[in-house]
């Protein structure tokens, strides 16, 4: 069996493997559905009425793409260079504790001043966060796939030790978690009454920013040289290391602002369960857009109705609601084997 | 199962040498024709034959209806240039490929399509251009590897290595079994390659441009052991583009050309000039040089030391370019015109001694620092450093200066300009391709270098480094590098051409400099040396370089 | 007690290598997969599915020994799933690898909740009992310490021979020791390389989920949600600490558990100064510790991570 690079993929076939990619989740999922006793088509129906069923359900949907598209978009800077940043996880909580950090009253400005300031020094304690492993894999020759991953759970410790300790909320009846922020720190609701916040339109201007970055300016095209590249990128004078360390800023500094996002827009205060594991779906986000930070925006809402319509789905159905995370895992693996099609003939002899 | 492997038996097993080979010495002035293979030596069945073979690469045709026999016991050399489908057709052979179509016959049985583990079987052996070897594991391993049943619960060692000591005593290829082969000279490593072969009762032997990468004094002693393997009942095929070579050790010549077979020749009734004219496929007329005139000095290298890259590093190595002037180096692969070339590029940085451009020392050494002092570079392995695959042509072109201000401002990329220069270069270059944004892996080897030429060259650089510029290129690209060259020459340029091609390092030069280990020889200017004392000097001063065996 | 006594108790020896067996297990598994060229990111969700496959076979009736079968054959079919496409098809093995760790996880939750939907509380099995080696056993702390442990303890150590002895004293080890290195020089002897490469992946997969399995049909009696918690990255730690062989391998999942069994201990007698938490991060910090200090001189497969084409070279 050989791969042989298409000339010229047509404009039709990259528009479709998403699609495919879908449909083959869908096909394979459904089998699951039917080992549950119910039926695929019903499932489904609950799945996508529960996403975007109502204005409420599209709601709670679109909040719930808000940190997918953040740590979407880290991941897809990241893996633009190659550096495969799987700590997406432990730089949305350090985010949420600089949030709470700043916000709970520490630093008493008014509210255009409070959230830029934090928005900075989250940024800035998420991209620190994950210079540590892109210094190591530049200097020392150490993978940063395990040591961002074991990373993952060093800042988890460190954010329950901080949650039983000094971040600890004195009313919170000894439960592990921290002090609400103040009303200057928190984002508006985008809809009032509605859950959707801010943050959101945060995360839409970042992709359209991060668009930009990537597609038009001289750091996106070193950032794409060195992922495709290393060598050719240092032939041409690419500084390849330095490349290295700014694309771990960005991408460290973009998931840290998953953290304040939900802190500051949606929950308030910090707790150990921010994040059901939005770091390692943002990589399925990422991949699904094919590493677009446009495309992330599509993708992330699309993963987060999974996750919703599926809550709703299973309290209707007798299906467990982790369908949806085997739906964003088996979505993964068929979306790089689709673009590999889009791209690749296989020959058989 | 054929009558002469009768004997052999498992072919598979291979712990049991055959008692032939035991006996035989290689003191061989008597009786060398006992062969160590019971190959029932009258059969008048061909040890291969290929018929109407084709192969097509999406629009390219590697190969094109080729048909050709070899008889037992001969020597043929398959001819021609780079590109010319020479290894696509071995790959065939060999099974790594399948054609598309045609038929292959060993010993008169045909051969599956597409399974190397048949063409080992039917008694081929490959040794590749590359060599197979994993550099992790001993000779022993190597050459034990796929030789035992893989299912066998335990490794047959002390037969294997009884066997191998054996072969390399009949055949008179020394080689430790024991040692790591990443300890090993390339010299030893070729052995290796062929025991290997042998190890398997191979009776028809594939070598690739097996002299690629050797010294004379090595080549010589392949030649020998090739001699006495065929003496012994093998046949073997020769793969080169070296005409010399060619004619010194083959009974037959096939000349390849753009995937066709275009000529055959008995090797006693032809000559260097006619198959020169078969491979290239018109008279070859050596470039026109003008008179050379020469300028300041451009480019100086003051006692330059590195550490080996891609063969040896650079010892004490001082060089001057002059303005208007091509000098070319000459060596045998790895003896540290990798090194040199990586130096000026930019890619390495000297340990010791120093660079100067245009009469002063430039201290911080980069890529960056090349191209800011009118460094151009044209890099060995075009996919691999010179061009990113997956961007496009305009990403690609625009390489060397995307930080200046024609190309961007202020952090921003200007793509209109960008895209207007990859125009032009495709234009001024003739280079054929779909559109500026097509990716860069998508050309072909020609294009992609016309496009690393012109990327190079449109800045007007005061100092050019070629390094082996022409490397798989076709006959009519390999034209049009050369006036390109001789064009930057002309205008004042001081170029470095670094090349495995003897015959273009002569054609081009204004001045040669043969490298080895690491060191330069004295320069002789165009027509001094004559081919076989640049051959001794490529051969170093003590000529042998460890090889026992010579 | 003092904080080195502990050092010289035999229970402390008990516990670390009863804490060293899951990761010797899926330490052997990660490196045969890396010796082929295979960097398996499954790892985490594969001990997950094993760890499951085994405690729900033996809660549905099924034997302790049947439960290490059915984990390692789940793991063998994840590792197929992780060949398929890293091999043939030369995909991104992190890409894959975590996409098969998302999905291997997510299937087993799917599977606890769908066949107990509305516990709380994991049900209990029965588990394997140490069983002390005649003679042995009774060797002072040494016979406690290695030779009264569980069967699959024994079946750990077991897999460490098995698989240097295969590695580098086998035809097939041999070949899968050149197609992590040198791919072209398996082909060109005429073996798959894909063949090797993907049996390679199948079996280091099936070990790493007996190594999830010991978790819940040795160490513990049930299985509970994120109960790998890193393991399995640890062992791809370990794996690069050993330099890729066997020994060394072994010697430092020995080392770690020791020094987390050690961490527990001092936790105890620490009186609560110090957060427990840093305790408990010391594992991890201790693996990227280890990956700086070796990475340096560590010499990888050279083939690692490279797919390969037919007749490519």
Request: glycine residues 10%.
């Amino acid at each position: 069996m050989r791969l042989e690079p298409k000339l010229a993929p047509s404009l039709a076939v990259t528009l479709l493997f998403p699609l495919a990619a879908i449909a083959t989740t869908l096909v394979l999922t459904s089998m699951l559905v039917l080992v549950a006793g119910a039926s695929p088509l019903s499932v489904f129906y609950l799945v996508a009425k529960g996403a975007a069923g109502s204005q409420f359900a599209l709601m709670e949907t679109l909040t719930r793409a808000t940190p997918l598209i953040f740590t979407g978009l880290a991941i897809a800077v990241a893996f633009r260079a190659k550096l495969w940043n799987i700590g997406a996880e432990a730089q949305l909580y350090i985010g949420g504790v600089v949030t709470v950090v700043l916000g709970t009253g520490t630093l008493p400005l008014p509210s255009v001043v409070l959230i830029p300031v934090i928005m900075v020094a989250v940024m800035a304690a998420g991209a620190l966060l994950l210079l540590g492993p892109a210094v190591l894999k530049t200097r020392f020759g150490v993978d940063e796939v395990v040591t961002t991953l074991l990373l993952n759970f060093i800042v988890l410790l460190f954010v329950s030790m901080l949650l039983e300790g000094v971040l600890k909320d004195p009313m919170g009846l000894g439960w592990p978690q921290s002090q609400k922020v103040i009303a200057e720190a928190q984002l508006p609701r985008l809809i009032q009454g509605k859950r959707l916040h801010y943050g959101f339109a945060i995360a839409l201007v970042s992709a359209v920013l991060v668009w930009v970055v990537m597609k038009r300016t001289v750091l996106g095209y070193e950032m794409r040289a060195v992922g495709h590249n290393p060598e050719g990128a240092r032939f041409v004078g690419i500084l390849v290391n330095r490349t290295l360390m700014k694309t771990a800023l960005l991408s460290g500094g973009l998931a840290a602002l998953a953290g304040f996002s939900e802190v500051s827009g949606l929950k308030g205060n910090l707790t150990l369960d921010l994040s059901p594991g939005y770091g390692y779906t943002g990589i399925v986000v990422a991949m699904l857009a094919i590493l677009n930070p446009l495309g992330v925006i599509a993708s992330a809402i699309f993963v987060a109705g999974i996750f919703v319509g599926a809550d709703a789905m299973s309290r209707a159905a007798k299906v467990p609601s982790y369908i949806a995370d085997v739906m964003v895992a088996t979505s993964l693996l068929s979306m790089v084997v689709a673009i590999l099609l889009a791209r690749f003939r296989i020959r058989w002899r | 199962m054929l009558p002469f492997m009768g004997e052999v038996g498992n072919l598979a097993g291979g712990d049991n040498p055959s008692p032939e080979a035991t006996t035989l010495s290689l003191d061989g002035k008597e009786s060398l024709p006992t062969s160590p293979l019971p190959v029932t030596a009258v059969s008048s069945k061909p040890a291969l034959r290929l018929s109407g073979i084709s192969k097509r690469f999406g629009p390219l045709r590697a190969n094109e209806a080729i048909s050709f026999e070899l008889k037992r016991g001969e020597i043929i050399a398959l001819l021609g240039e780079n590109g010319a489908g020479k290894t696509t057709l071995m790959n065939i052979l060999f099974g790594h490929y399948v054609a598309d179509e045609g038929t292959v016959e060993a010993f008169g049985k045909p051969l599956p399509p597409g399974d190397p583990r048949a063409a080992l079987d039917a008694g081929i052996g490959m040794v590749h251009q590359h060599f197979t070897l994993a550099d992790n594991m001993t000779v022993q391993e190597n050459i034990a590897l796929g030789t035992q049943s893989l299912w066998r619960m335990r490794l047959d060692r002390a037969a294997a290595r009884r066997r191998i000591e054996q072969l390399s005593a009949d055949f008179g290829l020394a080689v430790e079994p024991a040692a790591t082969v990443s300890t090993l000279s390339v010299g030893e490593r070729q052995r290796v390659e062929i025991l290997k072969a042998l190890y398997r009762e191979a009776r028809l032997l594939i070598l690739d441009e097996p002299t690629a990468v050797l010294t004379p004094a090595e080549t010589d002693a392949l030649f020998r052991t090739l001699k006495l393997l065929v003496a012994k009942g093998l046949s073997i095929i020769f793969i080169s583009h070296k005409l010399h070579e060619v004619m010194s050790v083959s009974d037959r010549v096939l000349v390849l050309r753009s995937g066709r077979l275009v000529g055959e020749r008995e090797t006693g009734s032809t000559d260097r000039k006619e198959l020169a004219a078969l491979m290239v496929g018109q008279e070859v007329k050596p470039a026109e040089v003008n008179p050379v005139k020469r300028g300041a000095p451009l480019l100086a290298l003051e006692r330059v030391s590195t550490t080996p890259y891609n063969g040896a590093g650079l010892d004490q190595v001082s060089l001057t370019l002059t303005a208007g002037e091509i000098t070319g180096l000459a060596g045998v692969a790895g003896n540290g015109q990798a090194g040199l070339a990586a130096l000026i590029a930019g890619i390495r940085r000297p340990t010791t001694g120093s660079i100067s451009i245009a009469g002063r020392e430039v201290a911080d050494w980069s890529p960056r620092a090349a191209l800011a002092h009118g460094v151009a570079r044209i890099p060995e392995d075009r996919h691999a450093i010179g061009s990113i695959g997956d961007m496009s042509v305009t990403e690609n072109v625009i390489g060397e200066r995307y930080r200046s201000p024609r190309f961007s401002r202020m952090g921003f990329l200007n793509w209109r300009a960008a895209r207007g220069f990859a125009e032009k270069l495709i234009t001024d270059y003739e280079v054929k391709c779909p559109s500026p944004e097509a990716r860069m892996r998508l050309l072909s080897g020609g294009n992609m270098q016309k496009l690393i030429l012109g990327r190079a060259l449109d800045p007007d650089p005061t100092v050019i480094l070629a390094s082996q510029p022409t490397r798989g290129l076709d006959v009519g690209a390999v034209a049009y590098v050369h006036r390109m060259l001789l064009e930057a020459r002309d205008r004042g340029a001081a170029i470095l051409l670094i090349s495995e091609d003897l015959e273009e390092v002569l054609a081009l030069s204004d001045r040669v400099i043969v490298m080895s280990k690491g060191r330069l020889s004295t320069p002789s200017s165009r027509g001094e040396r004559s081919i076989r004392q640049l051959g001794e000097l490529m051969a170093g001063h003590d000529g042998e370089r460890g090889d026992h065996a010579a | 007690m003092d904080a080195l006594e502990i050092l010289f108790t035999a229970s402390f020896w008990v516990a670390a290598i009863r804490i060293a067996s899951p990761l010797i297990f899926a330490t052997m598994g990660e490196l045969i997969c890396e010796r082929a060229g295979v960097l398996n990111l499954g790892i985490e969700g594969i001990m997950t599915a094993g760890a499951f496959a085994g405690w729900f076979t033996v809660y549905s009736g099924g034997d302790l020994w049947a439960g290490v079968l059915v984990a390692a054959i789940v793991g063998a079919m994840f590792g197929l799933l992780h060949a398929t496409l890293t091999v043939p098809l030369g995909l991104s093995q992190h890409v894959v690898g975590i996409g098969i760790t998302l999905l291997a996880t997510s299937l087993t939750y799917f599977t606890y909740r769908l066949a107990l939907p509305e516990v709380t509380s994991p049900p209990k099995i029965e588990p394997f009992q140490p069983l002390p080696i005649p003679g042995l056993s009774s060797l002072p702390v040494i016979g406690e310490a290695l030779f009264s442990q569980t069967p699959l303890t024994y079946l750990a150590f077991v897999s460490v021979a098995a698989v240097a002895w295969i590695l580098y004293r086998t035809p097939i080890g041999l070949a899968v020791r050149a197609v992590g290195e040198n791919p072209s020089a398996v082909e060109a002897q005429g073996i798959s390389v894909t063949g090797i490469r993907t049996g390679a992946v199948a079996i280091g997969s099936a070990l790493m989920a007996v190594g999830g399995a010991f978790l819940t049909t040795s160490a513990f009696n049930s299985f509970f949600f994120q109960m790998i918690n890193g393991r399995g990255w640890i062992c791809i730690a370990l794996v690069v600490f050993g330099s890729w062989r066997p020994g060394k391998a072994l010697i430092g999942a020995i080392l770690f558990a020791a020094f987390d069994a050690f961490q527990v201990r001092l936790q105890q007698i620490s009186g609560g100064i110090v957060p427990y938490q840093v305790f408990l991060m010391m594992p991890y910090a201790l693996s990227i510790l280890a990956l700086i200090l070796v990475a340096r001189r560590a010499t990888y497969p050279k083939a690692l991570m490279i797919p390969y084409q037919k007749g490519e070279r």
